[in-house]
């Protein structure tokens, strides 16, 4: 399988707080650490090997696309992360057909231990995709495995992620390039107003969502947050929405797995 989902990031304001909430909202959530420029994070691993970033800034960090979201718009979604099989492969077939990167770029992270662990990302100029990221330590040191990815909601791993975009056609291609494949669905969501083409990695869908008419749906969350992930869906024991105030922002929901 060439990519599957590494994490999601999502950005809050009190990281203590965001981690009770996300306690009570039934996930196991770990301690995550602090990075070189100041932020620090917790953790929620899902079975399937995601997980979820949960990211605080206690101080300004100019510059920078994550903070510069939540310093705009508030906690929430600010970007997602995919593991290639390949990094140096990906990142220059992408270059040669046109979508620009910034990177490789060095990343650590000082767990509490004081353990450093390391990666390296390459991020593209415009988030209506996501960035690709490679362990340079072992990853079970960034992404614990075992009784960590168990949760008392019974969450197991992600189904899909929805991003909104502001070029339809454009974004589709950008798609296309970076997953060697076509869209397993596109058209028009009757009575909402976007267009809608999904991808598939695995069990996982993305989402790609545009706004047909102003003011709703993709494009209300485009005016806010810009460009990028919006909405995020876990396998699951039930169908149900997460408490939004208690996600911090970040559109949450339970899916139970169809059986074919």
């Not at 596109?186 to 003011?215: D, K, M, N, Y």
Request: charged share 20%; with cysteine.
């Amino acid at each position: 399988m060439p990519f599957t989902i590494d994490h999601i990031v999502i950005a809050v304001a009190d990281l203590e707080q965001a981690r009770r909430d996300y306690e009570a909202l039934g996930f196991t959530v770990l301690p995550g650490g602090e990075h070189p420029r100041g932020s620090r994070n917790a953790l929620v691993v899902l079975a399937d090997g995601a997980y979820l970033e949960i990211i605080a800034f206690p101080r300004p960090v100019p510059g920078f696309r994550w903070w510069e979201v939540f310093a705009a718009a508030g906690p929430g979604f600010v970007d997602y992360a995919l593991l290639p099989d390949d990094f140096e492969a990906d990142v220059a077939r992408q270059r040669t057909t046109g979508i620009e990167l910034e990177g490789p770029i060095d990343g650590s992270r000082l767990q509490p231990d004081g353990s450093r662990i390391a990666w390296r990302s390459a991020r593209p100029l415009e988030p209506d995709i996501p960035f690709l990221v490679e362990d340079t330590t072992p990853r079970h040191l960034r992404v614990p495995e075992g009784a960590p990815r168990i949760h008392a909601n019974g969450v197991t791993g992600v189904a899909a992620v929805t991003v909104a975009v502001r070029d339809f056609a454009a974004s589709i291609a950008r798609y296309r390039t970076l997953l060697k494949q076509e869209p397993i669905a596109t058209g028009t969501v009757p009575g909402l107003g976007f267009s809608l083409a999904q991808f598939r990695t695995g069990e996982q869908t993305l989402s790609i969502v545009a706004a047909r008419e102003e003011g709703i749906g993709p494009s209300a969350y485009l005016t806010t947050r810009g460009q990028g992930i919006c909405a995020l869906s876990f396998y699951g024991p039930a169908d149900a929405p997460f408490d939004r105030g208690k996600s911090h922002g970040a559109p949450l929901e339970m899916v139970r797995r169809l059986r074919s």
